[in-house]
């Protein structure tokens, strides 16, 4: 399937058999969609009709066969390459004979040439006609060479049958490099598992492996289900999912996915989804159905490209009629003008000028970790001129650390024993700060305090007794406001720190003051890299949409470099937020991750949802999820939406351009019909190689750093 003329040509014809309820055709992944009564028909008889058109179907159970991407392996795999070969052989003697020798064996020849190059047109476009009762691409060309035929010029019927079935193979071969990223992504997942069961160890298909099973996975194999690991460690290649260049450690506890690869080590894992259900086969679905869905601009070329081919075909009647009738004019001549016109007819290279951009754009993003639902998601990314991001979880990583730990004056205890003796209060605490406090201690290794008849105060701190240089100590550790009433009192500077987006937690030994610990949600590494990049695509405003205060939001805004901040927002105001920064005409994108986030997401002209750590109503929002967490995903989403864009700009302008030219060339009399298939034929193949670039931005998504541990530099 190679042209979407031919592609409705098959859904209008499965939509009429009895029984069929909705057939529906995605050219760009090469995929028919049918829901039918059982009833009244069935697989059997919907392939027969498709094979009537001339195409062989495959389900989607099956594999279908790789076609190849070069020009001459693609003539030679299939019966209409091999009989293209070979009426082009059969031309080239016609013609040579025809010229040096004698004209009677060298028509015959190329009468042969016709008919082996052009029957499994012919039968396309008959059947076509037959079904669904309008003209194709097929039969429009098989009109043509009838004519041609008919007015005597063998030399040129013949060519321009050769000329459009090289032309068709050619567009094949680049087509299928297009559909090859969606096919690479299908190839990845594992169909059998080795899975330990009983103490046994058995190799099952990935369909009959059960959630809780174990699955063993060595170096070199891809994890065949998502799935934590109960054993082993291992470095794990993500790239097929995620586009990490660099193998991420996954040890005991890790989460793993379906299509992964196992670097180096050996690891067992619990199986967490199954077969269908696995974040694979998520993407994989996902990726068809953005395909699939038409985007703004190829809905407004479809209704073109309606009007304009039963526009041509009447100018081209009239051609054929008016002159010779009218005006008296030569009939063979008009004819002819009229037979280029029907070539110049099929809208081929204007409607493929969208999809296969859409389709390769989708698929690089995908193969990048950026998910896109649809094409129309695609296209407004390339319009977004204002960028709105939460700030807890998105522009943060959404856990506390310690930016600063500073010694009461007159306490006779340096920074790195306060954090010691906090650490031992906090060492059984679930809270985030107070595993943060322990994460550090461990990190900066301060000398270990252990401390008994410890007490946490859910939301306010704990206490307990703490041994320090051979006396029992009270330890008290929490915020200020708890901390009142036993004589430990804010300070000035405590209220400023909290101004300035700090969480000030409060050690007490004996009811005074020993110390602070300044908190804060930092923000990702790549944070401020990834603003910066936004704005290098054309971003002109960057807005920090947060429920937080205003004082933590202004400092990551400052952090990072964000142009304002709108904070203490619910989830309703966040939505009137977005809507109020689309006042100016301008495209915006709202990006987030959490429940709070999903309203904004949708009323964004792009939503995008950090996707690995994100809750599954933001992902369910947005039009465009980050698999990595990464936000440089989203400058990489825009400009890949921008280029997207650009494309679909250029090929519709060539298109349009190149018909208007030769069906002006062709009414004149000045293009003949081997010009005209040319034309024809090679603008569409311009139009898919200039897609293609879609699919090979510039830039990729940098690889993402790697954890940063909290560093020494905060203890004063």
């Known amino acids: ?271 967490t989804s199954l077969a269908g259900e696995t974040a694979l086969a998520r993407v994989i679905r996902l990726v068809e159905r953005s395909q699939s869905e038409r985007s703004p601009s190829q809905r407004l070329v479809d209704r073109f490209a309606a009007l304009y081919t039963p526009v041509v075909i009447a100018l081209a009647a009239a051609i054929a009629i008016v002159p010779p009738i009218v005006l008296g004019q030569p009939f063979e001549s008009w004819v002819y003008r009229a037979l280029v016109l029907l070539v110049i007819a099929c809208p081929c290279a204007l409607v493929i000028s969208t999809p296969v951009a859409i389709m390769a754009g989708i698929s690089s993003l995908a193969r990048a970790g950026v998910l896109v639902k649809s094409g129309a998601h695609l296209e407004a990314l390339g319009d977004v001129r204002v960028l709105a991001l939460d700030k807890t979880g998105t522009l943060t990583r959404g856990r506390p650390e310690i930016v600063e730990i500073l010694a009461a004056a007159g306490q006779d205890l340096p920074p790195l024993d306060l954090l010691g003796i906090a650490a031992g209060v906090e060492a059984r605490s679930e809270h985030p700060i107070g595993r943060a406090i322990v994460q550090r201690g461990a990190h900066d290794l301060a000398p270990p305090y252990s401390a008994r008849d410890v007490s946490l105060v859910p939301g306010l701190g704990a206490r307990g007794t703490v041994t320090i240089r051979g006396q029992d100590r009270a330890v008290t550790i929490g915020a200020p406001r708890w901390l009142r009433d036993g004589s430990v009192g804010e300070t000035t500077s405590m209220r400023d720190r909290r101004d300035d987006g700090l969480t000030v937690i409060i050690v007490g030994i004996d009811g005074a003051l020993a110390g602070e610990m300044l908190i804060a949600d930092p923000p990702r590494p790549e944070a401020a890299d990834a603003i910066l990049a936004a704005r290098d695509t054309g971003i002109r405003r960057v807005t920090i949409v947060s429920g937080d205060h205003r004082g933590a939001a202004g400092r990551i805004a400052r952090l990072v470099g964000v142009d304002e901040t709108r904070s203490d927002l619910l989830p309703d105001e966040k939505v009137a937020v977005v809507r109020s920064l689309r006042v100016a005409g301008d495209r915006v994108a709202m990006v987030g991750d959490g429940i709070n986030d999903g309203p904004a997401l949708a009323a964004a002209d792009v939503g995008i949802a950090m996707g690995r750590g994100g809750s599954g109503i933001a992902t369910e929002a947005a039009g465009v999820i980050l698999m990595r967490d990464d936000l440089r995903g989203v400058a990489h989403a825009l400009r890949v939406g921008q280029l997207t864009r650009a494309i679909i700009a250029e090929n519709i302008a060539f298109a349009l351009v190149a018909k208007i030219l030769f069906l002006t060339l062709g009414a004149l009399g000045l293009a003949n019909l081997w010009v005209a298939v040319a034309a024809d034929m090679g603008t569409s193949l311009v139009v898919t190689l200039n897609s293609l670039r879609a699919g090979s931005p510039r830039e990729a998504v940098p690889t993402a750093e790697g954890e940063r541990p909290p560093s020494r530099a905060g203890i004063a």
């Open 1 to 271: 399937m190679d042209c979407p003329d031919c592609a409705r040509s098959i859904e209008r014809a499965v939509s009429e058999l009895r029984g069929v309820r909705f057939a529906t055709v995605n050219f760009a992944a090469g995929e028919l969609l049918v829901e039918f009564d059982a009833q009244a028909t069935d697989r059997a008889a919907i392939d027969g009709r498709i094979r009537e058109l001339g195409y062989e179907p495959h389900g989607a159970e099956a594999t279908a066969p790789t076609r190849p991407t070069g020009w001459i392996s693609a003539l030679l795999a299939t019966a209409r390459g091999r009989a293209t070969l070979i009426a082009a052989t059969v031309l080239a003697i016609g013609f040579t004979l025809d010229t040096y020798v004698d004209g009677g064996v060298g028509g015959a020849l190329m009468l042969g040439a016709v008919a082996i190059g052009g029957y499994h047109s012919a039968r396309s476009g008959f059947q076509a006609l037959r079904l669904t009762r309008s003209l194709d691409m097929n039969a429009l060309m098989t009109i043509a060479v009838i004519g041609a035929v008919l007015i005597g010029d063998w030399p040129e019927a013949a060519s321009v049958v050769v000329l459009f079935a090289l032309g068709n193979t050619l567009e094949a071969a680049t087509l299928q490099r297009a559909r090859a990223a969606l096919t690479g992504l299908i190839a990845i997942a594992p169909t059998e598992a080795r899975v330990r069961r009983n103490g046994d160890e058995l190799t099952l298909p990935v369909g009959d492996v059960r959630i809780g099973d174990t699955v063993r996975v060595r170096p070199g194999e891809r994890i065949p289900l998502d799935g934590q690991v109960t054993d082993g460690n291992a470095a794990v290649d993500h790239s097929p999912m995620t586009g990490e260049s660099v193998p991420i450690d996954r040890s005991v506890g890790d989460e793993v996915l379906a299509g992964t690869i196992v670097v180096s080590g050996y690891i067992e894992a619990r199986v």
